[in-house]
């Protein structure tokens, strides 16, 4: 199979607003040096192969013009790598020289890794002798061209001006954490345009249902985007967005708009009624204009907001309290609207059934079942393993005291060799269930394990975050109940103990992503 040549838009396009660079013929020339060092190697290049070798070619052009002219995208990934595991690449730990304005094996063969895991969404061996043999000719190009490879100044300043951008107000915000979300190279990939398409379908389905009236699908990508940039964890660590953006600024000093960054919070869609918040003066005899408005949502939540964030008429806002649906961003010390407003017409006593429905308000005489009372009613059993589902049942109808008639549910979702867990760091779906897994769990009172089934499948847990939660998992591998995900097969054989229980979390966050 002839591989396509790398063009100068595939370099460009990963550079904030996509800016064209005096440096990117350089850097596409590299990248068609590296896409050529890779088919030399002589291996067998299929479909799926070919997309590696491209987009690794490609990438590593990227990582290139990234440290040469050290514009921060690699150090703060490096950095929170250091912060978050005590060495600055993940997966891979061999003994080098290690700078992060430099060539770096390490860094190669991660970036290589990472590649082909994202582009054929399944694991690959981090010590796979392919990507081996492959990182080892890209760094022989690399560090050949180190010395001449020109610095690229503009995307530095590009860089920085981005950051300040960041500072400037809502709008630009958002527009910073979208090149983070679609086009930084160590950020963007696979899996974050596929948690954008799955948003964008979801939308027009429900407008198809009615349920979202006149929803274009413009309108749809652009309400899927603004609520992706803040509420999906991404890149490789699962960091979201605003992570990213406040480690960059800490990478470039900037230590005071970091902070107000990190108190970035996002509430997502919500029913809410307005009402204007009186100033209790006149000017010139003419009624004041409504400036803030007070946003209740059905929960109970309050918060205040400038009028002009929802783009209404002064009339509208001033003559009645009114609904709506749409979602709010905190950013310095404001709510901002966030995506789409949906004005609703709905009358007082429909907004009271509105609040009851909400699952957030719990009705007078009510409680929830928390994890605390579950584990005094199992006498602190954590966990349990359970033969099928008729056994779970007896055992949710005993020892939790749920009422028989209420657990049809497990027969719709249960499955064979049912787990169950209550999970003391979750404060709503406190009561967990997992399936097929027992046999993976090397835990003294599950009578189920199977050493040579947990060789095979124990290592799906990491990235089955559907079945099994992180909490849920992360309890597993701190009493030592997954052995078996520490084969050779999985990780590297050249890392240490502490390494690998880094690496397995680095391979949690990277497959994970929004559900880490």
């Not at 490609?58 to 013009?65: D, K, T």
């Not at 860094?107 to 890794?113: E, G, K, P, S, V």
């Not at 983070?180 to 398409?197: K, P």
Request: glycine share 4%.
């Amino acid at each position: 199979m002839k591989l396509k040549k790398i063009v100068t838009n595939d370099i460009k396009k990963c550079h904030p607003n996509q800016n064209p660079c005096q440096t990117d013929q350089y850097y596409q020339r590299l990248a068609n040096r590296l896409q050529d060092g890779f088919c030399s190697l002589g291996k067998i290049i299929e479909e799926r192969t070919a997309e590696v070798i491209h987009r690794g070619a490609i990438m590593l052009a990227n990582y290139m013009e990234d440290i040469v002219a050290d514009s921060g995208q690699w150090r703060t990934f490096s950095n929170l790598c250091q912060k978050l595991y005590g060495h600055p690449v993940p997966l891979f730990h061999k003994d080098e020289e290690y700078y992060p304005d430099e060539p770096s094996l390490n860094a190669i063969r991660y970036l290589l890794w990472s590649v082909g895991s994202d582009v054929s969404g399944e694991f690959v061996l981090s010590d796979s002798k392919a990507m081996e043999e492959m990182a080892i000719a890209a760094y022989d190009i690399l560090e050949e061209a180190f010395e001449e490879a020109p610095v690229n100044e503009q995307l530095a300043e590009d860089i920085n001006s981005e950051l300040r951008l960041a500072t400037e107000g809502f709008d630009q915000l958002r527009s910073v954490l979208m090149w983070l979300f679609t086009s930084c190279y160590l950020t963007t990939g696979e899996q974050n345009d596929e948690l954008l398409r799955k948003h964008v379908e979801e939308l027009l389905s429900l407008a198809e249902c009615g349920d979202i009236p006149d929803l274009s699908p413009g309108m749809a990508l652009f309400y899927a985007s603004t609520k992706s940039i803040f509420d999906y964890q991404i890149g490789p660590l699962a960091l979201y967005p605003k992570d990213y953006l406040a480690a960059m600024m800490r990478t470039k000093d900037m230590e005071h708009q970091a902070e107000d960054v990190d108190k970035i919070e996002m509430i997502g869609m919500g029913t809410y009624k307005y009402e204007p918040i009186k100033t209790g003066f006149k000017l010139l005899n003419r009624a004041p204009k409504t400036e803030r408005l007070r946003l209740t949502r059905t929960n109970g939540k309050e918060i205040e907001i400038e009028a002009r964030e929802l783009n209404l008429p002064e009339e509208e806002l001033k003559n009645f309290d009114g609904f709506m649906a749409s979602s709010f961003v905190f950013y310095q010390g404001e709510w901002h609207l966030n995506g789409i407003l949906f004005p609703l017409s709905e009358t007082s006593k429909k907004w009271k059934e509105l609040c009851e429905d909400d699952k957030e308000n719990l009705k007078p005489g009510t409680a929830t079942l928390t994890a605390d009372m579950m584990l005094k009613r199992t006498n602190g059993q954590q966990i349990a393993y359970f033969a099928d589902l008729e056994q779970l049942k007896d055992f949710l109808e005993e020892k939790i005291r749920f009422p028989r008639h209420m657990l049809s549910f497990i027969d719709e979702r249960g499955g064979e060799l049912p787990t169950l867990f209550i999970d003391t760091e979750e404060p709503k779906d406190c009561l967990q269930f997992f399936y097929g897994y027992s046999p993976c769990i090397a835990d003294p009172d599950n009578p189920f394990y199977d050493e040579e089934k947990a060789r095979e499948e124990a290592v799906n847990m990491l990235w089955d975050a559907e079945s099994v939660t992180t909490h849920a998992l992360n309890y597993l591998l701190e009493h030592n109940y997954l052995p078996d995900i520490y084969d050779d097969e999985v990780l590297s054989r050249f890392s240490t103990p502490t390494e690998k229980r880094h690496d397995i979390d680095f391979l949690m966050r990277f497959y994970r992503r929004e559900n880490y």
